[in-house]
C-alpha cells in the first residue's frame, strides 16, 4: 500500500511541471506592392499585393519546421469587379537575425483566384529594420517587439514579373518585421 501511495504522490508532482507553459514566438515581416492590373474591359487599375511571412516556435528551440508566406492580391475593376488570388500558406526559406535587423523569404507555391484558377507564384524578398524597436506590453507574459523596415523583393506570377523593387504601396501600412512573444 505505501508503493501504491509514493506511485500516486510521484504522479501527481510531476504534472505541475509539465504544465508550465513556455515562452512562444511567432515572429512576422509584412509588406504591400502597388501592381498595375489590366481588367477585363481593357482598364487599368492599381492593385494590392501583400507578401506577409511568419515563423513559430517553442523555446528553447529557435527555428519553426514548417515556415510560411502569405501572399495576396486584389484588383477592383470599374463596376466593382474584383480578381483576387492568394496562397495563404507558401512554404518559405526564412531566415532573420536578431533585434528584428532583417528578413528573407523565398519560396512558391500555387495560388487560387476567385474565378476557380490556380497560378504559379514565387517570391523572393528582404525586409531590412529601418526604426527603433518599439515593444508593447500586451497583458502579463505577452509582448510584441516591433521595428519599421524597408523591403524589396520579386514576385514572379505564371512567369511575369507582378513585382521587381521596393515595397510601394502609398496607402497600406508601410512594411515592419515584429515578433510577438507569450507564455
Avoid: Y
Avoid at 510521484?10 to 513556455?22: D, L, M, N, Y
Avoid at 514548417?66 to 469587379?81: D, E, H, K, M, Y
Amino acid at each position: 500500500m505505501a508503493g501504491a501511495v509514493a506511485a500516486v504522490g510521484t504522479v501527481s508532482t510531476a504534472a505541475p511541471a509539465r504544465a508550465e507553459r513556455e515562452l512562444f514566438f511567432e515572429e512576422t515581416a509584412g509588406a504591400f506592392w502597388a501592381v498595375p492590373h489590366e481588367c477585363v474591359d481593357g482598364s487599368t487599375v492599381e492593385g494590392t499585393l501583400l507578401v506577409q511571412t511568419t515563423r513559430d516556435f517553442e523555446s528553447p528551440d529557435n527555428e519553426d519546421d514548417n515556415p510560411t508566406a502569405r501572399l495576396q492580391f486584389q484588383a477592383v475593376c470599374p463596376g466593382g469587379i474584383s480578381f483576387t488570388w492568394g496562397a495563404p500558406t507558401a512554404p518559405a526559406m526564412i531566415t532573420s537575425t536578431a533585434n528584428l535587423k532583417s528578413v528573407t523569404a523565398a519560396g512558391s507555391a500555387v495560388a487560387r483566384d476567385n474565378l476557380g484558377g490556380t497560378h504559379q507564384v514565387s517570391f523572393d524578398v528582404a525586409w531590412t529594420g529601418s526604426g527603433p524597436l518599439e515593444t508593447t506590453v500586451n497583458g502579463p507574459g505577452s509582448k510584441r517587439n516591433e521595428r519599421a523596415a524597408t523591403a524589396t523583393g520579386q514576385v514572379i506570377f505564371d512567369g511575369v514579373a507582378l513585382v521587381d523593387g521596393a515595397a510601394n504601396h502609398p496607402t497600406r501600412p508601410a512594411p515592419f518585421i515584429r515578433v510577438d512573444t507569450e507564455k
